[in-house]
Nanobody
């Protein structure tokens, strides 16, 4: 089970931190990714973190502004979002898969995740 939280309304240039808490997994070496979907647009992969090897990856649109991190003890992955832009407005979802080998471009692309959390809305006003 995945529980996403932390969304809200922020002005452009501001920051938010999203959390994705995992529970019920029997393994502790899974990967968690963040995706987002803006109204009328396709879902977009944002970032990934692997508990297996600590690998991470970011989409070009957020690289340098977003940082993904983890609290291994709490099995939680965080997405620190800085310098937010109106185009970052979307519903953000976290996804997990216990068989993800490591984070790479495929992990925020077409990789099929087994578990999805509910979305959390991020709105960035101009």
């Amino acid at each position: 089970q995945l529980q996403a939280s932390g969304g809200g309304l922020v002005q452009a240039g501001g920051s938010l931190i999203l959390s994705c808490a995992a529970s019920g997994f029997t393994r502790d070496d899974y990967g968690i990714a963040w995706f987002r979907q803006a109204p009328g647009k396709e879902r977009e992969g944002v970032s990934c973190f692997s508990f297996r090897d600590g690998s991470t990856i970011y989409s070009h649109s957020v690289k340098g502004r977003f940082t993904i991190s983890s609290d291994n003890a709490r099995k939680t992955v965080y997405l620190q979002m800085n310098s937010l832009k109106p185009e970052d407005t979307a519903v953000y979802y976290c996804a997990a898969d216990p068989t993800l080998p490591r984070c790479g471009s495929y992990s925020i692309g077409l990789y099929e995740y087994d578990y999805w959390g509910q979305g959390t809305l991020v709105t960035v006003s101009s």
